[in-house]
């Protein structure tokens, strides 16, 4: 092999080694670590917080092998196509091959570069399937967690236990501050805080007298510039509520560095926060459903106000009590009877408050206030029938001692129910901020973007779903990983991430095209010189392109390749030949109306025998709308290619032709004299050029004449042809010109044969 040959394998050597991201030390460490959490597995002796920091740190490796994976992709990719370009191998026995020594070295540097490549995909595989194992092994241990069957609180000893157990914590807390309180050096520190903690207090005090009345002047001071008045709301509702909260933490902390705590008294105080959080979280549910706009969150789960505002405060005060139940049991290290008992209790509480919000949810189908849909209808009786169903099921299970699955039916749905009420309100506060900006009065059902934005938000809201029915952070990082990773079907990764990007890209430009035609359309646009019908075809024409461009960007962002729609455009050239010939049709002659504009939006036609004003011209057809008031859809094909008349095209300047007959023996010059006077007379004819009265000829029954005359506005065609009319009958009867009409004589010619 040639000198410079082999500088180039050493070259591609060196590359290999410093781009495989991996050292030998880091598979070392890795190989430690492994070996550790399979040894860790096999015991299983570790807690569940062990193995959740154990999967952390296996997981991070395994992104890691993952990222390696890729290493010299590119270059792989290079070799790979020079070897293919190379001629085939000579077929026959002892046929020389010139180019063997270049498939050798091609053949070589690809088996190089690869080795990195397969030591990250077999440390990528060791990874995921200890990941695998430690997430089973914590299911497992959940299910038999929720499915143990403990004491029960049908036995009166427990009652007891709980009710001396409970006085205990509450007695050992006193007894710790009370110690705590009588230290000389403790009372100095207190006095010396005294001032701090009263102005905290206060503050905490004024802050929750005075929220409803702050609430008000925030929204009214926020009215003029964001209008709308759930918007309003929202902003002094949401400050309140934070404001709440933060001096309610304030005060927390405040309290937490007196050194008057005990252990234990120091830990219940940490749940206070968390306890105001719910019972606010609540009241900002409360104050937002009495300002919302649209029905769903008015009438969830039904139309009375009174009812369900108690059941939402009702059901926060009993999470909150759980709360604290739960940190008492942790904190003290409660007996299971003691814990049966307490859950028993909290169980009933808000199995009540799932039964009376059952009953709110199966009336819904039936309140004409709400009117939902057959399909929200239909799912609010199962969902109520479920519930009903828990709030039976519960407090029988935590009675025979299955604690842990009682708790699963209950307050999990509690948090959910509550979870759907910040859906409607998120819901309903994106769509009145996109109305806000958009300057138009769109409701939350009207058009796509809101659709999407209600999409939008549930999809964003299925991980909380997630934490609160059970699931782990580490599960829902694992979701993420496949999501990125996604699944090849045919050579071709498809990942939802990709999906997801797609939707969101051409979502944003979606909507940055509608803000944009809004603008042109009520702002540019009407400041220009263009008329109406130019003014329309400019903003469908930017619509169609804006959409265009939105779906380029969205397909580009999820890097896949245009090329490969071609396959897609040969079987749509199919399709159009063999079916869909009118479609394309109606869709290229919807784009040579807004470009040519032979019909515009506004125009008063006439198009195969109907006659109307256009009211709408879309990509497939075009809707006029006629004098009945009935809307008739044409194709766009009918309008390029058949007879099409356009009364108002360019002006409104039109001919009006009236007809009237007088009796033989009139004065003919005194006819065209009167009707000229007439039609000289009407304030929509035009005197340049003058209107004209036609003596037409000799009819059957009359002398027939015309009044040619000029409309300034054509729409008003009728209304002067009327008036017309109308005036030449009185001059007729004052002049004594008779109208004739047609009269027939009927010869019998068998009379005398009929008399008989």
């Known amino acids: 092999m040639s000198l410079w040959r082999g500088f180039l394998i050493w070259l591609v050597l060196a590359t290999a080694v410093s781009a495989q991201g991996l050292s030998d030390d880091d598979y070392a460490t890795w190989v430690t670590t492994a070996t550790r959490a399979e040894s860790v597995l096999e015991t299983d002796r570790a807690s569940e917080t062990a193995l959740d920091a154990l999967r952390t740190q296996v997981a991070g490796w395994r992104d890691q092998f993952l990222a390696a994976q890729s290493t010299n992709k590119d270059r792989i990719t290079a070799l790979r196509t020079q070897l293919a370009a190379l001629p085939p191998v000579p077929e026959g026995e002892g046929t020389p091959d010139p180019l063997a020594d270049r498939r050798a070295e091609l053949n070589t540097q690809i088996t190089t570069l690869m080795a990195p490549v397969l030591r990250a995909e077999e440390a990528y595989s060791r990874a995921d399937s200890i990941v695998r194992e430690i997430d089973r092994k914590v299911l497992e241990r959940r299910t038999d967690t929720v499915l143990e069957m403990g004491p029960s609180a049908m036995v009166p000893d427990h009652w007891g236990m709980a009710v001396t157990a409970y006085l205990g914590a509450a007695a050992a807390i006193v007894g710790e501050t009370t110690a705590k309180l009588a230290l000389p050096t403790v009372q100095a520190e207190i006095r010396s805080s005294l001032p701090s903690l009263a102005l905290v207090v206060l503050l905490v005090l004024g802050v929750f007298l005075w929220g409803t009345w702050a609430a008000r002047k925030i929204s009214s001071a926020a009215r003029p510039l964001l209008k709308s008045e759930f918007l309003c709301g929202f902003v002094a509702a949401a400050s309140v509520g934070v404001a709440r909260y933060a001096v309610v933490w304030m005060l927390v902390q405040r309290l937490s560095d007196l050194p008057i705590w005990g252990l234990r008294g120091a830990q219940m105080l940490g749940v206070v926060p968390t306890v105001v959080m719910v019972l606010l979280m609540a009241q900002f549910i409360l104050a937002m459903r009495a300002i919302a706009t649209s029905s769903t969150l008015q009438n969830f789960p039904s139309a009375d106000r009174l009812g369900v505002s108690s059941l939402v405060t009702f059901g926060a005060i009993i999470f909150a009590i759980a709360l604290i139940d739960r940190q008492i049991i942790d904190v003290f290290a409660l007996d299971s009877q003691v814990t049966a008992v307490a859950s028993f209790v909290l169980v009933c509480l808000g199995a009540l408050v799932l039964y009376q919000f059952a009953g709110h949810l199966r009336a819904v189908p039936r309140d004409a206030t709400a009117r939902p849909s057959n399909v929200g209808g239909a799912l609010s009786r199962v969902i109520g029938r479920f519930l009903r169903f828990a709030s039976f099921v519960a407090p029988v299970l935590a009675l025979v001692g299955f604690t842990n699955l009682s708790i699963v039916f209950v307050f999990p749905m509690i948090a959910t129910i509550g979870l759907v009420f910040a859906i409607?309100?998120?819901?309903?506060?994106?769509?009145?901020?996109?109305?806000?900006?958009?300057?138009?009065?769109?409701?939350?059902?009207?058009?796509?973007?809101?659709?999407?934005?209600?999409?939008?938000?549930?999809?964003?809201?299925?991980?909380?779903?997630?934490?609160?029915?059970?699931?782990?952070?580490?599960?829902?990082?694992?979701?993420?990983?496949?999501?990125?990773?996604?699944?090849?079907?045919?050579?071709?990764?498809?990942?939802?991430?990709?999906?997801m990007t797609f939707v969101m890209v051409f979502t944003?430009?979606?909507?940055?095209?509608?803000?944009?035609?809004?603008?042109?359309?009520?702002?540019?646009?009407?400041?220009?010189?263009?008329?109406?019908?130019?003014?329309?075809?400019?903003?469908?024409?930017?619509?169609?392109?804006?959409?265009?461009?939105?779906?380029?960007?969205?397909?580009?962002?999820?890097?896949?390749?245009?090329?490969?729609?071609?396959?897609?455009?040969?079987?749509?050239?199919?399709?159009?030949?063999?079916?869909?010939?009118?479609i394309v049709s109606n869709f290229v002659s919807g784009i040579i109306l807004l470009i040519e504009r032979p019909v515009s939006q506004g125009d008063w036609i006439e198009v195969g025998g109907k006659m109307g004003y256009v009211r709408d011209i879309s990509v497939r057809s075009t809707r006029i709308e006629t004098f009945d008031r009935t809307d008739v859809i044409i194709p766009n094909a009918d309008l390029v290619s058949g007879v099409v008349t356009n009364w108002t095209r360019g002006n409104t300047v039109g001919r009006l032709i009236v007809p009237v007959g007088v009796a033989y023996g009139t004065d003919t010059r005194k006819v065209e004299q009167i009707l000229a006077e007439i039609a000289s007379q009407q304030p929509m004819v035009v005197q340049d050029p003058p209107p004209a009265v036609v003596f037409q000829g000799f009819g059957a029954d009359s002398l027939d004449f015309d009044i040619r005359a000029i409309l300034r506005d054509v729409n008003y065609m009728n209304s002067v042809k009327s008036e017309i009319n109308h005036q030449i009958a009185e001059r007729f009867v004052q002049e004594g010109i008779e109208i004739p009409f047609a009269q027939r004589d009927i010869y019998i010619k068998n009379i005398d044969e009929l008399k008989k």
């Not at 769509?431 to 809101?450: C, F, H, N, R």
Request: a neutral charge; zero cysteines; glycine letters at 12%.
């Open 424 to 499: 409607f309100i998120a819901q309903d506060l994106l769509i009145e901020v996109y109305k806000t900006i958009s300057g138009g009065s769109q409701t939350a059902s009207d058009g796509l973007l809101p659709v999407l934005i209600n999409f939008s938000v549930v999809m964003a809201s299925l991980p909380v779903f997630a934490l609160i029915w059970g699931a782990r952070v580490a599960n829902l990082t694992e979701i993420w990983t496949q999501f990125k990773d996604g699944i090849s079907i045919g050579g071709t990764q498809i990942s939802p991430l990709d999906f």
């Open 508 to 582: 944003i430009g979606y909507g940055a095209t509608r803000l944009i035609q809004s603008a042109l359309k009520g702002t540019v646009l009407p400041k220009t010189k263009l008329d109406l019908g130019a003014q329309n075809a400019v903003v469908s024409g930017f619509g169609y392109v804006g959409v265009f461009l939105a779906a380029m960007a969205a397909i580009s962002s999820t890097g896949l390749d245009l090329s490969s729609l071609a396959i897609v455009a040969g079987a749509l050239s199919v399709g159009i030949g063999f079916g869909l010939q009118n």
